[in-house]
């Protein structure tokens, strides 16, 4: 059986307090509760703010431009919060999942 997986995208730096250097536990909730609910229904789910511990490990725009592109590239489905004000690497990552058809 393959693992269907989803990308799960959305602002993330200018949700990470700069006191704390973390995301809010409100904001970081919000993803849990949808990683959360994939992951029960069988899915693997790729998200930077997860993989770069809320904000704590930050990995530099060479490192995650190129794996999250592969990730949105064999992802199965395609999750993104835009963010307000706008998030430009969400958008870029939409730009990215719609120009290879993701759904």
Do not use: Y
């Amino acid at each position: 059986m393959t693992t269907k997986k989803v990308f799960l995208a959305g602002p993330f730096k200018s949700l990470v307090d700069e006191n704390t250097g973390l995301m809010s536990l409100h904001e970081r909730g919000k993803l849990e509760s949808l990683i959360s609910f994939f992951e029960n229904e069988g899915w693997f789910v790729h998200n930077a703010h997860k993989r770069e511990v809320w904000g704590k490990d930050f990995m530099t725009p060479q490192q995650c431009t190129k794996i999250d592109f592969e990730e949105i590239s064999t992802c199965d489905l395609f999750v993104a919060f835009p963010g307000s004000p706008a998030s430009p690497g969400t958008h870029i990552e939409i730009g990215w999942a719609s120009a290879l058809k993701k759904r």
